[in-house]
């Protein structure tokens, strides 16, 4: 079945730096977008970046110049860059894919960034 697997959260001062991965597998037909959202605590999901199959890319304003989302070789593989941490920045982070013709949404389970001193 389709797995979206994320690593890369964890703990990190203001300032810092992190990076997110998110691999995809079982899927066989074409990766239409994936992107990266974050859930704070009390709040809705809210989109972070994504990236298209040409790589055009766009960004959450909160985020512009301080994110940098990318894919690997394989268009399996999703990266987010991500420097000048804040403490707002403080949320899980979902991997998120659409797939295929019909563009069907899968999600990852989440990874906690927290940005704190």
């Known amino acids: 079945q389709v797995q979206l697997v994320e690593s890369g959260g964890g703990l990190v001062q203001p300032g810092g730096s992190l990076t997110l991965s998110c691999a995809a597998s079982g899927i066989r037909s074409n990766i239409y977008v994936m992107g990266w959202y974050r859930q704070a605590p009390g709040k809705q999901r809210d989109l972070v970046a994504r990236?298209?199959?040409?790589?055009?890319?766009n960004y959450a304003d909160s985020v512009k110049g301080r994110f940098t989302i990318s894919r690997d070789n394989a268009k399996n593989t999703l990266y987010l860059q991500m420097n000048s941490l804040e403490p707002e920045d403080t949320a899980v982070y979902y991997c998120?894919?659409?797939?295929?013709?019909?563009?069907?949404?899968?999600w990852g389970q989440g990874t906690q960034v927290s940005v704190s001193s």
């Open positions: 990236i298209f199959s040409g790589s055009a890319a």
């Open positions: 998120n894919a659409q797939v295929g013709a019909f563009r069907l949404d899968y």
